[in-house]
């Protein structure tokens, strides 16, 4: 099966840096994605990480360590617009179909 | 414009009445995704096709139905036999499954059923 955590929220400071840590088990794993999604809208795509490292995109960055099952995305120089839910979704290849597995979602809220 | 249209975005049913969300994209996406999202919880896959005429279920299948007739389209039925239907449905769709392929998703049908 599929075990994925990250925090339910956080609240950071508007200019600030923020981390949001994402731990998963999975039987094959095949990737990692993360999405923002705005209350009531739609998820979009953030970032793809299948090889350890960190991928740096704009303010935004997301790491993976593949052998300690964790990941994390980092937002830098925080905008009010950034306050939203983050899902961190785990690829997993066990059954043939590569289907994303979600957590549930990380709320974020930026104050002033 | 290129994205995946979801339509409507509330609907309200009464129990004991099937109801069919639409989900349509224009992106020439192979694959399609059915999810539902409840407070608390993770997208669920609900059912997802990788080709015309061809679906399969995913995690939480029971009590829904689909059909990918046209390349386009991939409609869900929600049946009476499913026992909390009150949830936010979101439809995707990616180039194909696997790989780096990252899924788009439409803005969503929020189904209140009473």
């Known amino acids: 099966g599929q075990n994925i955590d990250q925090p339910t929220e956080m609240t950071a400071t508007e200019g600030a840096i923020v981390q949001i840590n994402c731990t998963y088990q999975?039987?094959?794993?095949?990737?990692l994605f993360w999405y923002q999604q705005h209350a009531g809208e739609a998820p979009t795509f953030l970032s793809y990480?299948?090889?350890?490292g960190l991928e740096e995109k704009g303010r935004f960055s997301s790491f993976l360590s593949r052998s300690k099952g964790y990941s994390y995305l980092l937002l830098k120089e925080l905008q009010m617009k950034d306050s939203a839910s983050y899902l961190c979704?785990?690829?997993?290849?066990?059954?043939?179909?590569?289907?994303?597995?979600f957590g549930t979602g990380t709320r974020l809220t930026v104050i002033p | 414009d290129g994205g995946i249209t979801q339509s409507p975005k509330y609907l309200f049913r009464k129990e004991g009445q099937n109801v069919t969300l639409s989900c349509e994209q224009n992106?020439?996406?192979?694959?399609m995704y059915w999810y539902r999202q409840d407070p608390g919880q993770g997208l669920r896959l609900i059912y997802y096709?990788?080709?015309?005429?061809?679906?399969q279920k995913g995690d939480i299948a029971e009590g829904y139905s689909v059909s990918r007739e046209k390349k386009e389209s991939f409609p869900l039925t929600v049946t009476s036999a499913q026992k909390n239907p009150t949830a936010f449905y979101l439809c995707?769709?990616?180039?194909?499954?696997?790989?780096?392929?990252?899924?788009?998703f439409g803005p969503g049908t929020r189904l209140t059923v009473t």
């Open positions: 995707a769709s990616s180039i194909r499954t696997g790989g780096s392929y990252e899924q788009y």
């Open positions: 999975t039987s094959g794993f095949n990737g």
């Open positions: 990480n299948v090889l350890d």
């Open positions: 979704a785990v690829r997993d290849d066990q059954t043939g179909a590569n289907n994303l597995f």
């Open positions: 992106l020439n996406h192979d694959a």
């Open positions: 096709s990788q080709i015309v005429n061809d679906f």
